[in-house]
């Protein structure tokens, strides 16, 4: 499985992050890169609808603020039941300005998979099958 790794540290009293694009159902691990610092992440603006992002594992508890000790990391999962495409959190470092960044994360698109191209292929091709035997039995 992949992960996305998420480095945070403070710079010029800054609280920074370097990351990419999460997956669906990924893990995401946040990096506390500063030695001495306590990091708090809290994930904001989720709504109802779309549920909290990140769990502590498949079918596992929601977690929607935690800490990372200095210089150590924690890692989370994408919840599968979360439905939207996007979240926010705050990151701080204890004692520097926090930043808000933003996760996008990758769907797996049902089309994308050739399985099921081929399934419906397959499907259409029955029902044109069964269209086209029905006007002739019929006489059109």
């Given amino acids: 499985m992949a992960k996305l790794n998420i480095f945070v540290n403070e710079k010029n009293g800054q609280t920074v992050s ?13 990096h506390n890169q500063h030695p001495t610092q306590t990091l708090t992440v809290t994930v904001v603006g989720e709504t109802p609808a779309a549920g909290v992002p ?4 498949p079918g596992q508890n ?12 924690q890692a989370y999962k994408i919840c599968n039941a979360y439905l939207a495409d996007t979240f926010k959190y705050t ?9 808000d960044p933003i996760i996008i994360i990758e769907r797996k698109r049902l089309l994308d998979n050739p399985i099921v191209l081929v399934a419906a292929g397959a499907a259409a091709g029955v029902v044109a099958g069964v269209v086209i035997c029905t006007a002739l039995a019929n006489g059109s």
Avoid: H, M, N, R
């Avoid at 370097?18 to 946040?30: C, L, R, T, Y």
């Avoid at 990140?54 to 594992?57: A, N, P, T």
């Fill in 62 to 73: 929601t977690v929607s603020s935690f800490t990372v000790a200095a210089a150590g990391q």
């Fill in 54 to 57: 990140l769990c502590e594992g």
């Fill in 18 to 30: 370097k990351f990419g694009k999460a997956k669906d159902s990924e893990k995401i691990v946040f």
């Fill in 91 to 99: 990151a701080t470092i204890q004692g520097a300005t926090p930043e």
